[in-house]
C-alpha cells in the first residue's frame, strides 16, 4: 500500500512538470514582457493604454472605479450598514460571475487547445478561492448567513442561465452581460477577464487601509483584500499571455477590443448608478458586471 501511495504522489508529481507549471512561472517572473512580441501584442498595448486612460481622466471621480472600491468607501462615508449592503451585491455578483471562466476552459478544450484550457483553469481555481475568501470575509464581519448570501447569487443565476444563447459579434459587446459573453463567445474572451484585472493592486491597498480604519475589520477579517493587493499583478499578465498569443485574426482582435472596453465601460456606469441608488434609496436595476475581483 505504501509503495502504491508512493508511485501515486511520483505520477502526480510527474503530471505536474508536464502541465503548465514553467509557462507560468515564466509570465510570473520578474521583467517579462514577451507579450509584446505575439500576435496581439500591439492589442494589448492598446488595451493598456486605453486603461490608463480611463483611470487619469476619471480618477478624481468618488465614483471610480468600480462600486465596491470607490473613494466614497476609501474616505468612510458609507456608513458600515452601506458596505455591508454593498459587500452582498459584491459577493453575489463574484459567486454568479467567477466561474464562469470554466465556459472558456472547456472551449478551449473542445477547440483541442490544452494550453489556454489549462491557463484558464488555474485562473478559475485561484478566483474559486478568493470566492471562498469573500465568503468568510462577509459572514464573519457583517454576519450574513449562508441562506442570505447564496439567495441573492441564486435568483441572479436563475435569471442568466435561462437566456437563449446567441451568436456574438463586437457590436453586442455594449449590452452583453460577461456570464453570456463568457458562455456563448469564444475561448479567448477570458483573457480580457485577466488583463482588466490590472486595477485591483490598487484599489484593494485603498480598500484595505479603509476597512481598518473606518469600518474596525480585524487582520484575519481582510484575508480578501490582502490577498488583491498583489495576486493581480499576476492574473493580469495571464491576461497578457491569452490575448497576445491568441487574439490573432482581424476579428478576434476586434471582439476582445470590444468586450475590454465594454466590461470597464459597464463597470463604471454600473457604479455610479449602484451608488446614487445607495445614497438615495432608490431601487437598483442594473446588473453588476466588469472587473468584480
Ligand atoms: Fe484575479
Ligand atoms: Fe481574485
Known sequence: MEEA???????????AYSTQVSLLQEIYSSGWTEWRDMPGGQL????????DGIMRDNRDQPWFPKFFANPYVWNG????????????SHFSSLTVNGPTSVFSSTKAYL????ELSE??????????????????????????SEEQLFAVADKKLMELKNEKVRQIDKNMMRTLNKFLAL???PAILVGVMMLIERE???????????????????????????????????????????IGRYARTAEEQELVRAFYMSQKQKQMENSKVYLDSLFHGKKLEVSLDGNIG
Not at 44 to 51: K, T
Not at 211 to 222: C, I, R, S
Request: include cysteine.
Open 5 to 15: 501511495v508512493k508511485k501515486a504522489c511520483e505520477m502526480e508529481r510527474q503530471r
Open 44 to 51: 494589448v498595448q492598446d488595451l493598456i493604454e486605453w486603461d
Open 77 to 88: 462615508e458609507v456608513s458600515s450598514e452601506q458596505l455591508r449592503q454593498i459587500e452582498l
Open 111 to 114: 477547440d483541442g487547445n490544452r
Open 119 to 144: 491557463l484558464s483553469n488555474w485562473w478559475t481555481l485561484d478566483e474559486q478561492t478568493h470566492e471562498e475568501m469573500h465568503h468568510y470575509q462577509v459572514t464573519k464581519h457583517f454576519g450574513f
Open 183 to 185: 458562455r456563448d463567445g
Open 200 to 242: 485591483n493592486p490598487w484599489t484593494n491597498q485603498n480598500s484595505a487601509k479603509a476597512y481598518k480604519k473606518h469600518y474596525g475589520f480585524t487582520d484575519d477579517e481582510l484575508v480578501l483584500t490582502n490577498v488583491h493587493t498583489y495576486i493581480d499583478i499576476f492574473h493580469s499578465r495571464l491576461g497578457q499571455y491569452v
